[in-house]
């Protein structure tokens, strides 16, 4: 069993896709700031303030242009994480 003393323990990453989820975006991440090790949101092309309210929450916003492929934006934002677990969720849960 890991010890967190020893600087072993379990790390989570929450990782999010979002485009304009200005309404919503604040509100989910702050429902998991307190759980989370660190947060990973991915950006497939926001016109709104997403990116203004994601950056001073986020632990790290990278932008993955859109290519009609979920997968893609789902594994880009995957790479991104360092956490051994991942919370995936979208913008509003």
């Known amino acids: 069993m890991s010890n967190p003393s020893n600087g072993d323990h379990k ?4 990782a999010m896709i979002l485009r304009d ?3 919503v975006v ?3 991440l702050a ?10 949101v991915a950006d497939t092309g926001s ?3 997403t ?7 986020a632990t790290r916003l990278i932008e993955v242009p ?3 492929d979920f997968s893609a934006a ?20």
Do not use: F, H, M, Y
């Not at 790390?11 to 929450?14: A, F, G």
């Not at 429902?31 to 990973?40: C, R």
């Open 11 to 14: 790390r989570l990453s929450v």
């Open 21 to 23: 989820a200005e309404d």
């Open 26 to 28: 604040a509100e989910s």
């Open 31 to 40: 429902s998991v700031a307190a759980i989370a090790d660190e947060i990973v």
């Open 47 to 49: 016109r709104d303030n």
């Open 51 to 57: 990116l203004a309210i994601v950056k001073p929450i």
């Open 66 to 68: 859109w290519q009609e």
């Open 74 to 93: 789902r594994n880009a934002c995957l790479q991104a994480t360092t956490g051994q677990w991942v919370l995936w969720l979208d913008a509003g849960e």
